[in-house]
């Protein structure tokens, strides 16, 4: 019986092992690595032009944790056409396992002047030349919240493209602080590829207009909300989840069968 135990416990414990590291492969965020490139990034003046791969996320504060994507008429501080705001991220190099892509966003829906965005659509590519499109970013009801594309499969690509799709007459602004990548950690790196091309991945706009105080409100935005208290749990892929959960409980049935047969052979 004592063996039996041995056994039971040696096979548990590998098991863990393993747990933990599937878990820490899964959390390595290919925006924060060094060499990482972005353009595109909106800046509003000179408050909203955040970093959006520092690692810090924005909260209900107006600054420049966040970087604001702004379109009102014809207002000469316009950093984008009011419809589609695009960012385009550099990996420096191929990852070939990447499984899941997030953007940190406010999701005001037109409160003080800040639109949610219609969609967040997601495209990749090895060569910042040709690009496949991945699916849109989904998030809940929470005011300032991650939006999360999932993958099925790994995917291998070197540039990461986000469209921000603005919908017209629901606010001013769109707020972007944080862009994440997240692969297993496990996947080979190609050979870097050409650089993007200046027309597919640059659109950024210089502002030289004074700092403001808060988000204005155009004609159709609703008027000024309170804002619900931010969500500031790191992002995780859903598949590390399910891969830790699966192999807890593979490690339960395996000690009840070497327990049973235990029991049987005494």
Not at 90 to 116: F, M, Y
Not at 147 to 163: S, T
């Amino acid at each position: 019986m004592k063996k039996a135990l041995s056994i039971a416990l040696t096979v548990l414990l590998s098991l863990s092992v393993l747990c933990i590291t599937a878990f820490a492969e899964g959390e390595t965020n290919y925006a924060l690595e060094e060499g990482v490139e972005v353009s595109g990034v909106p800046a509003y003046l000179e408050q909203y032009n955040g970093n959006v791969i520092d690692g810090v996320i924005g909260t209900n504060s107006y600054d420049n944790k966040w970087a604001g994507f702004y379109w009102n008429n014809d207002s000469e501080n316009n950093n984008f056409d009011g419809i589609t705001g695009t960012i385009v991220l550099d990996l420096g190099a191929v990852r070939t396992d990447i499984t899941s892509i997030q953007a940190h966003i406010w999701n005001a829906q037109g409160a003080s002047g800040i639109a949610s965005p219609e969609s967040i659509v997601v495209l990749c590519s090895s060569d910042g030349s040709s690009y496949t499109e991945l699916g849109s970013l989904t998030y809940g009801p929470e005011m300032i919240d991650w939006a999360v594309l999932d993958l099925d499969n790994a995917v291998e690509a070197r540039y990461i493209k986000y469209v921000f799709n603005h919908t017209a007459g629901s606010g001013v602004f769109m707020f972007v602080s944080e862009l994440a990548v997240y692969g297993d950690g496990t996947g080979s790196v190609a050979d870097p590829s050409e650089a993007v091309s200046e027309g597919e991945a640059s659109t950024d706009t210089e502002s030289t207009e004074d700092n403001v105080s808060a988000p204005a409100e155009s004609e159709n935005a609703e008027s000024s909300a309170a804002v619900s208290e931010v969500s500031g749990a790191e992002p995780a892929s859903d598949n590390t989840v399910i891969y830790v959960i699966a192999a807890v409980v593979a490690a339960a049935i395996v000690v009840a069968v070497v327990l049973l047969i235990a029991k049987k052979k005494k």
